[in-house]
């Protein structure tokens, strides 16, 4: 069974970046599609980004799309979000997930296994 962990969350400005880690242990996740969710207070867990098993399939939610960039590297068992342009919007808890198969979906019911989240704030 696949565990996740997230990290590389914190508090910046507006403007500024943050590059999130999502490390998988017990167990390979490269042949897993990935994604990345954000929940803000009061508000429903969505969809950030996702990433085929390969790295050659990547979508992003229009909120993000142009500022956020995710990546993988199957080396290091650990999937990125690079986050720039950060606006106070996206001030959430973001999760990092798991999907069998290996095509990515922004649909987190395909997700099997979650991290447990890491906090993002970002200040104006």
């Known amino acids: 069974q696949v565990q996740l962990a997230e990290s590389g969350g914190g508090l910046v400005q507006a403007g500024g970046s943050l590059r999130l880690s999502c490390a998988a242990s017990r167990g390979t996740i490269s042949t897993y599609a990935m994604g990345w969710f954000r929940q803000a207070p009061g508000k429903e867990r969505e969809f950030v980004a996702t990433?085929?098993?390969?790295?050659?399939?990547?979508y992003y939610a229009d909120s993000v799309q142009g500022r956020f960039s995710i990546s993988r590297d199957k080396a290091k068992n650990t999937v990125y979000l690079q986050m720039d342009s950060l606006k106070p919007e996206d001030t959430a808890v973001y999760y990092c997930?798991?999907?069998?198969?290996?095509?990515?979906?922004?649909?987190?019911?395909?997700?099997?296994?979650w991290g447990q989240g890491t906090q993002v704030t970002v200040s104006s």
């Open positions: 997930a798991a999907k069998p198969g290996r095509w990515s979906s922004s649909d987190m019911d395909e997700y099997d296994y």
């Open positions: 990433i085929n098993w390969s790295g050659g399939s990547i």
